[in-house]
């Protein structure tokens, strides 16, 4: 195994466990989630399973509309479906229930700035996109739409899904949809690993990169 693959690999686990960890520092905040987050929480409280359990199950069900949409997965892609909902899982155990709004609100700004740390390890080891992120980018390319107009239709109707289910909607989820992107963009230049040339790659099919 190259170098370039074992950091890509390391980045990729690294990424995954402090998304979920994040996601579950916004969730014991109390102060509104993302908005698949919502749908994940409203979810797990109809169906009486742990948050991560359902956010594998619901990773899986968007997989499937990948199909029609000729979209192909790449190891990140199947990884992202597992780890995230395992480390929400984990993290829960190990946070308990805030107390104050002191801490509620230190929770949520930990939450969104470990979750922008996480995007940009995840994505910048060019192992595939996660199962939503890879949703939207095939929907754009077969409609024509803009990103912005395609994220917005899918991430509002998620939102108002998991809202009627008894997800949280809040300031959380107006700070994770401000600053989860510039977070991101800013972090992505220093940690995207490119697949090197002419390598066999965990991350392609068929020869062809997924990132």
Same mark, same amino acid.
């Given at each position: 195994?190259?170098?370039?693959?074992?950091?890509?690999?390391? $980045?990729?686990?690294?990424?995954?466990?402090?998304?979920?960890?994040?996601?579950?520092?916004?969730? /014991?905040? #109390?102060?509104?989630?993302?908005?698949?987050?919502?749908?994940? $929480?409203?979810?797990?409280?109809?169906?009486?399973?742990?948050?991560? $359990?359902?956010?594998?199950?619901?990773?899986?069900?968007?997989?499937?509309?990948?199909?029609?949409?000729?979209?192909?997965? #790449?190891?990140?892609?199947?990884?992202?479906?597992?780890?995230?909902?395992?480390?929400?899982?984990?993290?829960?155990?190990?946070?308990?229930?805030?107390?104050? %709004?002191?801490? /509620?609100?230190?929770?949520?700004?930990?939450?969104?700035?470990?979750?922008?740390?996480?995007?940009?390890?995840?994505?910048?080891?060019?192992? @595939?996109? @996660?199962?939503?992120?890879?949703?939207?980018?095939?929907?754009?390319?077969?409609?024509?739409?803009?990103?912005?107009?395609?994220?917005?239709?899918?991430?509002?109707?998620?939102?108002?899904? @998991? %809202?009627?289910?008894?997800?949280?909607?809040?300031?959380?989820?107006?700070?994770?949809?401000?600053?989860?992107?510039?977070?991101?963009?800013?972090?992505?230049?220093?940690?995207?690993?490119?697949?090197?040339?002419?390598?066999?790659?965990?991350?392609?099919?068929?020869?062809?990169?997924?990132?």
């Amino acid at each position: 195994m190259s170098l370039n693959l074992t950091r890509r690999l390391a $980045q990729l686990f690294v990424g995954l466990a402090l998304y979920g960890a994040s996601l579950a520092l916004v969730l /014991r905040a #109390g102060l509104g989630l993302a908005p698949w987050d919502v749908l994940h $929480q409203g979810l797990a409280e109809r169906l009486d399973v742990s948050i991560g $359990q359902v956010l594998i199950g619901v990773s899986f069900a968007v997989l499937l509309l990948w199909i029609p949409l000729r979209e192909r997965p #790449g190891f990140g892609t199947v990884a992202n479906a597992v780890l995230v909902g395992v480390f929400v899982d984990l993290t829960l155990v190990v946070v308990g229930e805030a107390d104050g %709004w002191p801490l /509620r609100v230190l929770l949520l700004l930990a939450g969104v700035g470990l979750n922008g740390l996480a995007t940009a390890l995840y994505i910048g080891a060019s192992l @595939g996109p @996660g199962p939503r992120d890879g949703l939207m980018t095939a929907l754009v390319r077969r409609t024509g739409r803009s990103v912005r107009s395609v994220r917005t239709v899918l991430e509002v109707s998620v939102l108002v899904v @998991g %809202w009627l289910l008894g997800g949280t909607v809040g300031v959380g989820t107006v700070l994770y949809a401000v600053a989860i992107g510039p977070i991101a963009h800013a972090l992505l230049p220093l940690l995207t690993v490119e697949p090197r040339r002419g390598a066999r790659d965990v991350g392609t099919v068929e020869g062809e990169g997924i990132a």
